[in-house]
Structure formats: structure tokens, C-alpha cells
């Protein structure tokens, strides 16, 4: 079954120490939460499990399905099934919805040693997920996130999530600046799309807040804190952090360091 393994990952950005060996694991079907304070390497890890060009694996690996894939470009992750919804997806004026998501679907073939996909098929392929998500039909004709709201720039995220059919989803502060509504949105199209039948994917969601946990239900709760994984636990560590912040856990790291120093 699919596996994400992270092993003792140290990773630097500009020259700065972020990640000081952090250890994951996320299997299939299982729906892991990573939270902390701000500056805490969450978004760091994230892009490190992508293979951001900017970011440098100093020490340990990333392991995906068995395979060492930390030196990997990050189109090849992708087309080892990973895959990624941004905190702030990127506007492309002059490229529509529907351009773009075949030239994804193709790419993905093309990894595979496939044929494109015919436009009927695409067509076909296209409108389910966007039945399956609830994305308006008339979205497809739009430049890709052009004039989006922050909602509207979600829930593409999500259909990118549906029609490419990953085994492991990154969810990046997908709930980062949603009101309510938008954020309800955005959790039903995910919980559908893992719920079907013929769906293995594992989720590891990155929030700063509760809110979204309580609509996209975790089996598992890490809490990173100064490039490290400092508290584990299920569902019932969400209910806590509500009660008594970060501090409970963060104050008596600062002061061994204090006392350390």
C-alpha cells in the first residue's frame, strides 16, 4: 500500500537551518494533521516532500512507496503520485482551466508511456471531477485562478486533486483565508473524493487552526515546532490544543533550551 517515510530530515532554505530532523509517516487512507506555531518548518517540510528547487536536503531521506526519491525532480514525484494543493495557488492569465488540466493529464500519461487523452475522453474525465467537487461547469473557460477569489483558487486545488488521482495529497493551509462557507466547500470536496471506493489516497493536511480538523476528520495529529516533531497523538490532541494553545507543549522546550544555552 502507498507510504510516505520521512527519516531524520534536516533541510535548509538560503543557507538557514528550517527542518532539524524531522520523522513522518503517512499511509494509505490515513489522514494525517501537521500543526504548530508560525515559523515552524511546516510549509518547509511540505515543499520538501515536493522537492522544491529552493530548498537543500542537507541530512536523511524522503522514502515514497519504498523508493528513495529525495534527490527526485518535483514533476517526477508527481508522476509517482504525489501531489500538492498551495496555500496561495498562482494566476496563469491566457491559459484556461481546461488547457491546463489536460496538459497535467497528459503529462501524466506521457510518464506512463500513454497516448493523450482524446477530447471526448478529457471532456467526459473533466466534467465528473467537477460534478464530483462541485466546481461549476462555466469555470473550465476561465483563465486558470485569473480573478479567483480565495475560495474559487481552492477549490481548483481540489479538482486537480480528483482528476489526477493521486495515492498521497499535501494540503498546504488549503484553509488559509476561507471564510466559513468557502472552507465547508472546500472539506466536502475533499471527503468525497477520498471516499470513493477506488480512492488509497493518504492526506497530510498543514493548518495553523482547528477548524478544518473538524471537518475533514484526522487519524493522526503531529505538532512540529523549531524544525522538529515534538508531539504526537489521535484526534482527542485536536480537542487540547483548543483548550490550552501551544504553550503546554512549546514552554518547556524553550526553557531546557534556555537552561541548556
Known sequence: MPELEIRNLHVNADDKQILRGVDLKVGSREVHALMGPNGSGKSTLANAIMGHPGLEVTEGQIIWNGEDVTEADTDERSRLGLFMAF???????????????????????AAKGEEPIPLREFRKTVQSAMELTKVPEEFSRRYLNDGFSGGEKKRMEILQLALQNPELAILDETDSGLDIDALRTV??????????????????????????????????????????????????????LEEKGYGWITDPIDAAEAAAA
Open 87 to 109: 496555500q496561495y495557488p498562482v494566476a496563469i492569465p491566457g491559459v484556461t482551466v481546461t488547457k491546463y488540466l489536460r496538459t497535467v493529464l497528459n503529462a501524466h500519461r
Open 187 to 240: 472539506a466536502n470536496g475533499v471527503n468525497t473524493v477520498t471516499a470513493q471506493e477506488n480512492v488509497n489516497l493518504g492526506l497530510l493536511i498543514i493548518t495553523h487552526y482547528q477548524r478544518i480538523l473538524h471537518l475533514i476528520k484526522p487519524s493522526h495529529i503531529h505538532i512540529l515546532y523549531k524544525g522538529r516533531i515534538v508531539k504526537e497523538g489521535g484526534p482527542e490532541l485536536v480537542e487540547t
